[in-house]
């Protein structure tokens, strides 16, 4: 079972969830960030479906391990699909929206087979080996699939304070995701770097929550002001 | 070798997100006006400088807490330690990172004395109901 630390941070991730969903709810903003909304909805279901597996099966077995990686696949999916929402809402007034999209099919299909040929050779647990590739590889898209993002907010002078926020908070998210993720190839499971992952899963909607509570939808900002280095 | 290229490549994303999410956080107290009694009191100007960050965050700590901008104040303040930390690491290396960093300090600075703007104004209101009552 895990500890009262993983609990805690367990029930504050998810009331973050929930917390945003509420938050759209009372904005009138729910189906403006509908994907969004959705990813975080299967969020919390998941981990009450985790909690529900790990306490009924145990935490070493195999239920409980094909639950929690199918799961993260179907979360991560989920991600995707939601930062090609914010896409969506970025490149929306050049109405590009179906290259969006066909664009997201193709990546989606291409990093499912470079996926499928990293682990073709394996032929024990075949499909498990191949869905946690999957979301492997999704999550480093998803990265660089942000920074692209932040150019284009950038080049676009997108001014939607909530949207930039969003897409800043995804950024943070990611980077950080993939930065403990590499540094625990490296040393090993350290018990500090165990935690940096669900903590940054609490950190991404309490930070889309609070964008939806301090700004409204006709908040502007001067994205020029935002880079890191001024041009 | 691949771990290691992630590793270096997030970190260098984590950066640039990480400083320009402050800056959207600060973006918006860039432009208030501050009001004469915290002028006074923090001894800011017009322009706030490096060296003003701890003692309007000592100020805002005598004032009562308000919800709103607490996280923020949370997020500028890791900002700003950050920001010291990369002044004195790099500073001698690259010598212009110097002048950047006490001008993001300075932005720390002038949004931490916005805060404590708007908590006096909240504070007197909240006074002000009171007495009404």
């Given at each position: 079972m895990p500890g009262p630390i993983d609990l805690i941070i367990w029930l504050l991730g998810t009331a973050f969830e929930l917390s945003f969903v509420v938050c759209t709810l009372a904005r009138k903003s729910f189906l403006r960030y509908f994907f969004l909304n959705l990813y975080l909805l299967l969020s919390t279901t998941t981990t009450i479906g985790r909690f529900f597996f790990l306490s009924s099966y145990g935490q070493s077995s195999d239920q409980y391990m094909y639950f929690y990686y199918y799961s993260d696949a179907l979360l991560t999916l989920a991600l995707f699909v939601a930062l090609?929402?914010?896409?969506?809402?970025?490149?929306?007034?050049?109405?590009?929206?179906?290259?969006?999209?066909?664009?997201?099919?193709?990546?989606?299909?291409?990093?499912?087979?470079?996926?499928?040929?990293?682990?073709?050779?394996?032929?024990?647990?075949?499909?498990?080996?191949?869905?946690?590739?999957?979301?492997?590889?999704?999550?480093?898209?998803?990265?660089?699939?942000?920074?692209?993002?932040?150019?284009?907010?950038?080049?676009?002078?997108?001014?939607?304070?909530?949207?930039v926020q969003i897409i800043l908070s995804l950024g943070l998210?990611?980077?950080?995701?993939?930065?403990?993720?590499?540094?625990?190839?490296?040393?090993?499971?350290?018990?500090?770097?165990?935690?940096?992952?669900?903590?940054?899963?609490?950190?991404?909607?309490?930070?889309?929550?609070?964008?939806?509570?301090?700004?409204?939808?006709?908040?502007?900002?001067?994205?020029?002001?935002?880079?890191?280095?001024?041009? | 070798?691949?771990?290691?290229?992630?590793?270096?490549?997030?970190?260098?994303?984590?950066?640039?997100?990480?400083?320009?999410?402050?800056?959207?956080?600060?973006?918006?107290?860039?432009?208030?006006?501050?009001?004469?009694?915290?002028?006074?009191?923090?001894?800011?100007?017009?322009?706030?400088?490096?060296?003003?960050?701890?003692?309007?965050?000592q100020l805002l700590q005598l004032c009562p807490d308000r919800l709103e901008d607490r996280n923020q104040l949370q997020a500028v303040s890791i900002y700003h330690s950050f920001l010291a930390a990369t002044r004195q690491m790099f500073a001698w290396i690259v010598p212009s990172l110097r002048s950047w960093a006490e001008h993001e300090q300075a932005s720390c600075a002038y949004f931490a004395a916005v805060a404590l703007d708007r908590r006096i104004a909240h504070n007197r209101e909240m006074l002000a109901q009171q007495d009404n009552l």
């Amino acid at each position: 079972m895990p500890g009262p630390i993983d609990l805690i941070i367990w029930l504050l991730g998810t009331a973050f969830e929930l917390s945003f969903v509420v938050c759209t709810l009372a904005r009138k903003s729910f189906l403006r960030y509908f994907f969004l909304n959705l990813y975080l909805l299967l969020s919390t279901t998941t981990t009450i479906g985790r909690f529900f597996f790990l306490s009924s099966y145990g935490q070493s077995s195999d239920q409980y391990m094909y639950f929690y990686y199918y799961s993260d696949a179907l979360l991560t999916l989920a991600l995707f699909v939601a930062l090609i929402s914010l896409y969506s809402h970025v490149f929306g007034e050049l109405r590009a929206g179906d290259y969006v999209r066909w664009g997201a099919v193709l990546l989606l299909l291409g990093t499912a087979g470079f996926s499928y040929a990293v682990v073709v050779q394996s032929t024990a647990r075949f499909s498990t080996r191949f869905v946690y590739e999957l979301s492997q590889n999704l999550y480093f898209v998803g990265l660089v699939l942000t920074y692209i993002l932040w150019g284009a907010v950038l080049k676009l002078r997108e001014t939607r304070t909530r949207v930039v926020q969003i897409i800043l908070s995804l950024g943070l998210y990611f980077s950080g995701y993939a930065a403990s993720y590499a540094l625990m190839n490296f040393s090993g499971k350290f018990s500090i770097i165990r935690y940096i992952c669900p903590v940054l899963g609490c950190f991404l909607p309490l930070s889309w929550s609070l964008t939806i509570l301090r700004y409204t939808d006709e908040s502007r900002l001067v994205p020029a002001r935002l880079v890191v280095v001024p041009r | 070798m691949m771990a290691a290229l992630i590793f270096v490549f997030s970190l260098v994303t984590l950066w640039m997100f990480f400083v320009s999410y402050c800056r959207s956080l600060m973006a918006s107290s860039s432009r208030h006006p501050l009001s004469a009694e915290v002028r006074d009191v923090t001894g800011i100007r017009t322009v706030a400088s490096a060296g003003d960050f701890r003692r309007v965050m000592q100020l805002l700590q005598l004032c009562p807490d308000r919800l709103e901008d607490r996280n923020q104040l949370q997020a500028v303040s890791i900002y700003h330690s950050f920001l010291a930390a990369t002044r004195q690491m790099f500073a001698w290396i690259v010598p212009s990172l110097r002048s950047w960093a006490e001008h993001e300090q300075a932005s720390c600075a002038y949004f931490a004395a916005v805060a404590l703007d708007r908590r006096i104004a909240h504070n007197r209101e909240m006074l002000a109901q009171q007495d009404n009552l």
